[in-house]
């Protein structure tokens, strides 16, 4: 909603985790068209370190709070995102798509400068 708001073309590739990995690849081509990846994972995360490790773009982690076993709460999907092994990810704090969403509108504007710096 954010970057809709904000007036930002945007894609959404909903349930594409990496226990399905073959949801990813079958769109992998599409979501490297983008200047910016956001990640939202919970449980262990390891979607935040397959899209970093598959794309060059700019990828923004959101650990989420849900999921089952040791999630508590995020923490686990938080860490595992901070020790991702696809080098250069950027993470939020748990939950914080808005977050998210204002760095991809700053990462997008550098790529794109307007005029007078204004913002989308």
Sequence with gaps: RT???MGVQHSLYPDIGVAGLWRLMDRVEQIAAHDVVIVAAG???AL???VGGLLGNCVIGVPT???????QGGTTALNA???????????TNIDNGF???C???RVINSLNP????ATP
């Design 3 to 5: 970057l809709h708001f």
């Design 43 to 45: 449980m262990d995360a």
């Design 48 to 50: 935040a370190s397959v």
């Design 65 to 71: 709070s849900v999921g089952y076993g040791v999630a």
């Design 81 to 91: 995102m901070l020790s991702s092994c696809g080098q250069g990810i950027l993470v």
């Design 99 to 101: 977050g998210a969403a």
């Design 103 to 105: 760095a991809a509108v």
């Design 114 to 117: 307007k005029p007078g710096g």
